[in-house]
């Protein structure tokens, strides 16, 4: 269950131009899934029982150039971008009011559009602040187009979800060597909390969802 | 000229040509700027939603009527503080309050939102003294927790109240004269003045009636005192009783004694006068005594007066009822002249009831409760043919002077007791309607379920009564039959508007999502701008986990009317799913400032504390929750777990076996006994969840408890067995995590787990 990001991405590239490519890189994309490098999928698709956790979040990129800045990570609109302006790694950070657990990054970004603006190795690093970040998760992506899922869980189930106070998406390098980047949406997603305040588990039928509240 | 064009705006406003009674009423004022005429442009705006208009001509008005309507386009405005110093002038603490039941409920209304309870009540009982009919009142009353037994107020005394306004409105004047005169208010004696002449007729007829007959001429010589007398009953008799009565001059010397003859030789027996009666009998003999034969003609408009606005004569009646028992006082006047309520139905089943519909048509431009003395006396000059049912209809007394001129004598004996009759049955309706309610405002719900199956077919399959039965269903937590009956109203009354938002709540706990995005979308077709559609919609948005989207419509419901209690808790609801405890209290702090007895708002602010971890706090806000809803098991699940969160457990048990008690089919209490019983005592622990295994088979979190308890046991096999079973159920991914950790960490021991 912690898994969530699609891995076909040969159906979705398909078209045109793409196809030629496609042919072409056909044996780079299956080395690619093969390795492990994720593409992006068109659609996002997030579990119901996850909820993005990043409204109250102070969010602060290492660099921008103006006109581009970090507004236009959440602002939900995938025509607007940041833009790094500085030298790598270009560091976007996210810090929490308290400590809230995290299972889930979303990046949307777009090769067609940006080439070597894409990013192309992404950590992500997570801790207290700045000073004891950690680093939990490397991705490599190939040539992605849309939305990108990363998943933080670990394979143990009881790392599902990380518990932190601060996040940190890394973006150590990009496609065809490009130094600056473009980043159109990052979304971060976290379990729902109980409804129901001082249960040990949740409630799953419908005899007790409908005796658990007064609305 | 004055007349006609008086007349013209009346028309317009009976019609609802808005615009026209606007315009002729601007023409009438800017020719005779008299005070009357400004209340009539004041009722025009009101009655076309333009209180502002109302406000700015009747500043510094001071006539009762007048302050009546300042106070409600005050009201209207929310500029409570106004309201309230105008009906209630800090300089005259002893001034009645204008026109009466009226006056009194806009009062307890405004006492209520500023938020003095006590007085409200007191306000809003006066006005039901004085018009049992009010029902508007009596709902207020149920709604603040101040009513404690429907009988008081629709008693068989009120049905005499109502048959003695009829009936001294009809002919009976003697005996409604008689019965005012008691108390020798020399209003009273005014007021037979004219009637005496012709009472002499009556009272023969009336000897049988059980009215108060004539006052004795003692109070009749009180003449001469009349206005010291007004005084005297000033804190009973409503405003316009007092005002009508300084207002008028007392009727000329001779006149009284020429009257105390004959009342002398009347010799009727008297009762216990409804002196109030009397007053605004007086007010309209004043008028009518100068126009006996006015009267007369007046008596071939009775039969036109039985349009409705028999509230009146209902007040009347009801306040010639409290007249009688009471001692003479004012009360009834009071109730008399203050009576116009809106109990329209009621009063129409009264006239319905009784044949002489005393019903005097109110002129257009009072068809609400206001009471236009002041206007009487031109209304008997320019309109007396017409049914300008003053609301003074009661002081249709001077109907019933007319009445008494007529001389019908034997014909008002059959409509006295279909009157009688009519009024009784009224009451009895009343009744049943008000028990049923005030047991549902207490949420005593099966109980009010009874009485509510005790009304007749007819009254039963109306939209407002399967609206309570529903939401009796919804107190009880049965959403199924509360979903069955509101459907029922919707289909008997397609435009029925209360009680919806808490249909919307019940699919909503039922996860009907269709149903439910069908009922908002009705809703918002019949109208647009009701608090209750754009809470339905908003409950569908939450229902699907969108709650910023719900958020916001509920926020726009609250715009729609500010004062509408549920908008305002629904806002707090959906803060809190947002996690902003901080906005969520203060919408649920205004939720209870509306009204306080809103228990979901107290116990959504317990939840909250619940979830802050204050657990003092939330143990107080869920007991207060309680205290107004005790039969609610969910809430006294939530103050069980409250208590187990103080570490009180015995109390927390206690209170869950009481919750369990109260509904069976609630797994959460049994649920929760358990889980208390999970810490320590784990075979009774195990027995509780083996139960509710057998009544809650699919429930995950039951499973995945039994297995802790095993896991704490360390019966490893069924620990993981069960912790198996409810990971098939498939609980969402904290769950999943939590239990699969569990599982994980079974052959180890049991260190420092917090969930497990």
């Known amino acids: ?215 | 000229m004055e007349t006609l064009m008086v007349d013209s705006v009346q028309n317009s406003l009976r019609l609802f040509m808005h615009r026209n009674a606007i315009f002729f009423c601007e023409r009438l004022c800017a020719e005779f700027p008299t005070e009357l005429n400004l209340q009539l442009l004041a009722t025009c705006y009101l009655q076309n939603g333009k209180a502002y208009c109302a406000y700015q001509i009747l500043k510094g008005t001071s006539m009762p009527h007048s302050r009546y309507l300042f106070a409600m386009s005050c009201f209207q405005m929310n500029l409570l503080q106004e309201a309230e110093a105008t009906l209630c002038p800090a300089n005259e603490p002893n001034a009645e309050v204008p026109d009466g039941a009226a006056g009194h409920y806009l009062l307890g209304l405004i006492y209520r939102y500023i938020g003095r309870r006590g007085v409200a009540i007191e306000h809003l009982m006066q006005a039901l003294a004085i018009d049992p009919l009010l029902w508007a009142a009596y709902d207020e009353l149920c709604v603040l927790g101040a009513v404690e037994d429907a009988n008081e107020y629709f008693s068989d005394m009120a049905a005499q109240h109502i048959q003695k306004q009829y009936l001294s409105e009809s002919n009976s004047l003697n005996s409604s004269n008689g019965s005012e005169f008691n108390n020798g208010s020399s209003n009273m004696s005014v007021t037979f003045v004219d009637s005496i002449p012709r009472q002499s007729k009556q009272l023969l007829a009336n000897n049988a009636r059980e009215i108060s007959s004539i006052p004795p001429s003692s109070a009749i010589a009180k003449v001469p005192a009349s206005n010291s007398g007004t005084s005297n009953f000033s804190q009973f008799i409503t405003p316009p009783a007092a005002t009508q009565l300084s207002g008028v001059a007392p009727p000329p010397l001779c006149r009284n004694v020429h009257v105390s003859f004959n009342v002398a030789n009347n010799d009727i027996a008297t009762k216990s006068n409804n002196i109030a009666v009397q007053t605004p009998r007086r007010k309209l003999l004043d008028e009518g005594k100068l126009r006996k034969v006015s009267g007369r003609l007046f008596s071939d408009s009775v039969p036109r007066r039985s349009t409705r606005l028999s509230a009146e004569a209902i007040a009347v009646a009801s306040s010639n009822a409290t007249q009688i028992t009471s001692n003479g006082n004012s009360h009834t006047s009071a109730k008399f002249l203050g009576g116009f309520s809106s109990s329209s139905s009621s009063s129409s089943k009264v006239n319905a009831a009784s044949s002489r519909s005393l019903t005097f048509k109110k002129g257009h431009s009072w068809i609400s409760e206001s009471f236009d003395e002041g206007r009487r006396s031109e209304d008997f000059d320019d309109s007396r043919m017409e049914n300008m049912a003053t609301t003074s209809s009661y002081t249709s007394m001077s109907g019933d002077v007319r009445y008494l001129e007529q001389g019908k004598t034997i014909g008002d004996l059959a409509q006295d007791s279909r009157l009688i009759s009519g009024a009784q049955e009224l009451l009895c309706l009343l009744r049943t309607l008000g028990e049923g309610y005030w047991l549902s405002c207490s949420y005593r719900c099966q109980e009010a379920l009874e009485v509510y199956l005790k009304l007749s077919e007819k009254q039963f399959n109306t939209g407002w009564v399967l609206s309570q039965v529903g939401r009796l269903h919804f107190e009880l937590v049965d959403y199924y039959e509360a979903d069955h009956f509101f459907s029922l109203a919707r289909r008997v009354s397609p435009f029925i508007l209360e009680g919806m938002d808490m249909y919307s709540t019940a699919l909503y706990h039922m996860k009907e999502e269709m149903k439910l995005s069908y009922l908002a979308q009705e809703l918002i077709s019949v109208d647009r701008l009701s608090p209750q559609a754009w809470c339905a919609l908003g409950n569908c948005y939450s229902m699907q986990k969108d709650y910023e989207t719900a958020l916001k419509i509920f926020q726009r419901a609250v715009q729609l009317d500010s004062r509408f209690v549920y908008a305002h808790t629904l806002c707090g609801h959906e803060y809190i799913a947002l996690e902003d405890f901080e906005n969520g209290i203060k919408c649920y702090q205004s939720a209870l400032q509306i009204d306080q007895r809103h228990y979901n708002s107290w116990y959504g602010l317990g939840v909250v504390y619940l979830r802050q971890e204050k657990f003092e706090f939330a143990e107080h806000h869920l007991r207060k929750a309680y205290n107004i809803n005790p039969q609610s098991s969910v809430l006294m699940c939530y103050l069980g777990m409250a208590q187990h969160a103080l570490q009180r457990n015995e109390d927390a048990l206690e209170m869950l076996e009481r919750a369990i008690a109260a509904d069976k089919q609630n797994p959460l209490p049994v649920y929760q006994k358990a889980n208390i019983l999970s810490l320590d005592r784990f075979d009774e622990a195990l027995n509780v969840l083996e139960q509710l295994k057998e009544s809650a088979p699919h429930e995950s979190c039951v499973y995945a408890l039994m297995g802790k308890i095993y896991k704490r046991l360390e019966v490893h096999e069924k620990a993981m067995f069960y912790f198996g079973l409810a990971l098939d159920l498939k609980p969402p991914a904290a769950d999943v995590a939590t239990i699969k950790a569990a599982m994980e960490k079974l052959y180890l021991p049991d260190e420092m787990d917090d969930i497990l």
């Open chain 1, 1 to 215: 269950m912690s898994r969530v990001w699609t891995r076909d991405r040969r159906v979705v590239t398909a078209g045109g131009r793409q196809a030629a490519m496609a042919t072409e890189l056909d044996g780079e994309e299956e080395t690619a899934a093969a390795a492990g490098k994720l593409t992006g999928s068109p659609q996002l698709s997030v579990e119901d029982d996850l909820r993005e956790m990043a409204k109250n979040a102070a969010w602060s990129v290492s660099s921008y150039k103006p006109g581009n800045n970090v507004l236009s990570l959440r602002d939900d609109n995938l025509d607007t971008y940041w833009q790094s302006d500085g030298a790598q790694p270009h560091l976007v950070n996210i810090q929490f009011q308290k400590k809230v657990k995290l299972q889930l990054v979303i990046l949307y970004v777009d090769f067609k559009l940006d080439e070597s603006y894409t990013p192309s190795k992404i950590s992500i690093r997570a801790g207290d602040g700045f000073h004891n970040l950690k680093e939990i998760k490397t991705v490599e992506l190939m040539k992605p187009v849309g939305w990108v899922h990363i998943s933080l869980s670990g394979n143990d189930p009881r790392e599902t979800f990380i518990n932190t106070f601060m996040l940190q998406v890394a973006i150590l390098s990009n496609h065809l060597n490009g130094r600056d980047t473009h980043i159109r949406q990052i979304k971060i997603y976290g379990p729902r909390p109980n409804p129901v305040p001082l249960q040990p588990f949740h409630f799953t039928s419908q005899e007790f969802i409908s005796y658990s509240t007064i609305r």
